[in-house]
């Protein structure tokens, strides 16, 4: 099984924080959809002894596409790979293009999973961090959606300065109000050479604080808990049924492409990214070329990338596999290295409902683990 990933690279507006390849001008639009056909044809037979089971429209905002533009895409997969009779198909959208013809036209499309960019049901956060939408907009869209898809997520940022605890547990229990399964959140981080960074050298936005995210982060795992929340990646939480399947096969290491400029492929042994420039990846893929960089994964790579993955899930790290897969050196490292944060209660050694070993992160560990699987990283 495998997945496929679309990068839409429009916003309307940039967001103070993010990171992610956008373009603010639409006027490449149609070039752009063109050529997201083009490569999918172009790469079809990367995947051919592949099926799909996970389309997944990120961004960017794909709520900007057409659902005329969305079916074209969608045809061009059917039509050039195997695809599971029901697979999950996730639009990302925000909450100012949701208006209720725009999900109701959704609803009858092939999409059956809506990613919501609420962030915040506050106004003083939203503005904070240059919104499209306001808190009115996040409910009214979430109102009308939640009538028309059943399985939909939507995204939160804790950590973010002046937002005291009982705003962030307000506006999760806003979120539980309107019945949503699937919630993702993470704290509000200073990525380089974002309008953040920027804002924060020049002392025009307060820094995030770290204790008060880990206060957030603590608040989020207990009332998602009380709520029927499954905690089953570090930033994500689903109720049962409700997991994310595209998320999920990236942290099992599963095979995908990512079509679109700055979109990121993996395939176990190598991985790769297409060009993050709209005008080159046009120009390139018009040309029948492809605009993309190739990464040899070596063993170090896999198993570092197999712990990074591993111990922000639920499932943790096979020991097992870890043997099997990369030797006993690699796996008598991995028990000698990880003594120590087992010594902190950070880590634990438990065993599966199918009788494996596995490491994983304790409750003491969660908000650590990026940390925790970098310092267990065999250079």
Same mark, same amino acid.
């Given at each position: 099984m495998a997945g496929i990933y679309l990068h839409i690279p429009f916003c309307k507006q940039a967001c103070f924080y993010c990171d992610f390849?956008?373009?603010?001008?639409?006027?490449?639009?149609?070039?752009?959809?063109?050529?997201?056909?083009?490569?999918?044809?172009?790469?079809?037979?990367?995947?051919?002894?592949?099926?799909?089971?996970?389309?997944?429209?990120?961004?960017?905002?794909p709520s900007l596409l057409t659902v005329s533009e969305i079916g074209q895409l969608l045809s061009t997969i059917y039509k050039n790979y195997k695809v599971v009779k029901a697979?999950?198909?996730?639009?990302?959208?925000?909450?100012?293009?949701?208006?209720?013809?725009?999900?109701?036209?959704?609803?009858?499309?092939?999409?059956?999973?809506?990613?919501?960019?609420?962030?915040?049901?506050?106004?003083?956060?939203l503005k904070s961090m240059n919104r499209a939408h306001n808190s009115k907009e996040a409910k009214e869209c979430l109102s009308i959606a939640t009538r028309h898809f059943e399985n939909i997520t939507i995204d939160l940022i804790y950590g973010v300065p002046n937002m005291s605890n009982k705003r962030?547990?307000?506006?999760?229990?806003?979120?539980?109000?309107? $019945?949503?399964?699937? /919630?993702?959140?993470?704290? %509000?981080?200073?990525?380089?050479?974002?309008?953040? !960074?920027? &804002?924060?050298k020049n002392g025009k936005y307060p820094e995030p604080d770290e204790t008060e995210a880990k206060e957030h982060f603590d608040i989020l795992v207990n009332e998602t808990a009380k709520n029927g929340f499954i905690h089953y990646e570090i930033s994500n939480f689903g109720k049962p049924d409700y997991f994310s399947k595209h998320n999920t096969s990236y942290w099992l290491g599963k095979k995908y492409i990512g079509i679109g400029p700055s979109a990121h492929s993996f395939n176990n042994t190598h991985r790769s990214w297409n060009i993050a420039n709209n005008t080159n990846y046009i120009k390139s893929i018009q040309l029948g070329n492809l605009p993309n960089e190739i990464e040899i994964l070596t063993k170090k790579d896999q198993f570092n990338e197999y712990l990074m993955? $591993?111990?922000?899930? /639920?499932?943790?790290?096979? %020991?097992?596999?870890?043997?099997?897969?990369?030797? !006993?050196? &690699?796996?008598?490292?991995?028990?000698?290295?990880?003594?120590?944060?087992?010594?902190?209660?950070?880590?634990?050694?438990?065993?599966?409902?199918?009788?494996?070993?596995?490491?994983?992160?304790?409750?003491?560990?969660?908000?650590?683990?990026?940390?925790?699987?970098?310092?267990?990283?065999?250079?």
């Open positions: 390849h956008f373009s603010t001008s639409l006027k490449k639009k149609d070039d752009l959809v063109s050529c997201l056909m083009k490569e999918l044809i172009l790469r079809k037979n990367e995947l051919q002894n592949e099926t799909i089971e996970t389309i997944y429209f990120g961004g960017g905002t697979p999950e198909i996730t639009l990302e959208a925000n909450p100012d293009d949701l208006s209720k013809e725009k999900i109701e036209e959704l609803a009858r499309s092939p999409i059956n999973r809506l990613s919501i960019g609420v962030q915040s049901f506050f106004e003083e956060d962030w547990k307000e506006s999760l229990q806003i979120a539980f109000d309107f $019945g949503i399964n699937h /919630i993702s959140s993470y704290a %509000l981080t200073v990525e380089p050479k974002t309008i953040l !960074d920027s &804002f924060v993955t $591993g111990l922000r899930t /639920i499932w943790g790290v096979s %020991l097992v596999k870890i043997k099997q897969d990369f030797g !006993d050196v &690699f796996y008598q490292k991995l028990l000698t290295n990880s003594q120590k944060f087992i010594s902190k209660e950070l880590l634990q050694i438990t065993t599966s409902k199918t009788g494996i070993k596995v490491l994983k992160t304790t409750n003491k560990g969660k908000f650590l683990a990026d940390g925790l699987a970098s310092d267990l990283f065999i250079i």
